[in-house]
């Protein structure tokens, strides 16, 4: 019974952790030198929370949750390629943190673990990015790939292809965007996570 109760507690809190971060996703910011329609927000961080607490599959059921209370929300405007997306990133993300946070239960291997997830995904978010997203554009919004390269010229003098928008905008975006929530986890996990597991008790 109390295994159960525990259970219980957790798939609560998972959902609650998935839901605040579907909310996170509404308050974004623009970033300078980077495209206008890529905005910055932390809704990373319940997902990375859940992950490091409860591991990295039922982290990933937050993310699942944080997409789906999104997409009930505000409807999909990229014909769900964009939360595709999203989701696939923040899987990976919180997975390969909470992994290695698993197997080494110090400060140092969480450290390590957020280290190596940030670099990873944003390596991800290229391929992302160049699989589904901008192809999306420019077939489906009829957005020609020189008329992004122009924006993100725009946004950044120095870019003048698809390569260099990539490799010097989007992936440092993606670094900046995850490193924040990397340096948020390191503050508050520790502090939060006793008083939610003395709550699960």
Known sequence: MKNKRLNTKAMIMISMLGAIAALLMFFELSVPFILPFIKLDISELPVMLSGFLFGPLLGALSAVIKIAIKLIIKPTSTMYVGELSNLILSIVYQ???????????????????????????SVLSIVSNVLFIFPFYVNVMKLPMAAIVGMAHKAAPWVNDATTMFLTTIFPFNILKFGIVSILTLLIYKPLSRVIKKNMQ
């Open 95 to 121: 997975g390969v943190a909470a992994a290695i946070y698993r197997h080494f239960k110090t400060k140092k291997g969480a450290m390590i673990g957020l280290a190596v997830s940030t670099l990873t995904t």
